[in-house]
């Protein structure tokens, strides 16, 4: 038992800059007690006390912010950081090595009994406030990055961002965009940030084009009607017959 705590506490130092000391770590660290009082619950659960174990899953709740039923199965050297808000339900399995940061939910897409929460192997890190719904299977080492909405399998070294969750990157840089705090960085090869980051530049491009033609038209005598005249609001008119 007391291998396995200084186990968790040097997983705490190994990815936590911020942590300072063990008294630290094992006073202060929500992430920590929640998965120690996981570990109570669970075996409570496997020992048939239902009831038992959910009440200790509940004081953990309270305790941490951090709910986890105690049926999910979590293997050796999970890292839960910061924490509030994290949800893992009843049939989701966490493999070892794996890191979720706050905000996140393993949940199920059904009310049917069952398998119906993800599955992550190991070595998986979630960013803050990615949702992973459904009994789907996020692969060993993959990583998916903050607010993704994931409902698919994600295999195993790949990067997921977005919502719908979208593979990015390739073979050789299988953490292109991945960002544990935000939604995604200015590296990302993803096709949608990608087409709306050159709409945007071609948009600014057309509006300088535009001024300079206006400032030319002036020079040279021509007055152009400015927006708002009778035939603007004929031509607005028009066009909203027409979808109509």
Known sequence: MFARLREDIGVVFERDPAARTTWEVLTCYPGLHAVLMHRLAHALWNTNLKWLARFVSHLGR??????????????????????????????????????LYHGVTLGGTTWNKGKRHPTLESSVVVGAGAKILGPITIGSGAKIGSNAVVVKDVPAGATAVGIPARLVGDADSPAAGFAAYAVSRGDVDDPV????????????????????????????????????TESDRFDANYLNRIVD
């Open 193 to 228: 940030v990608r087409a709306v980051h050159q709409l945007i530049d071609h948009s600014s491009h057309a509006d300088k084009r535009i001024d300079a033609i206006i400032a030319a038209l002036k020079r040279g005598g021509i007055e152009i009607e400015p927006p708002g």
């Open 62 to 99: 309270w305790l941490t912010g951090i709910e986890i039923h105690p049926g999910a199965t979590i293997g050796r050297r999970f890292f839960i950081d910061h924490g509030m808000g994290v949800v893992i339900g009843e049939t989701s399995e966490i493999g070892e090595d794996c890191t």
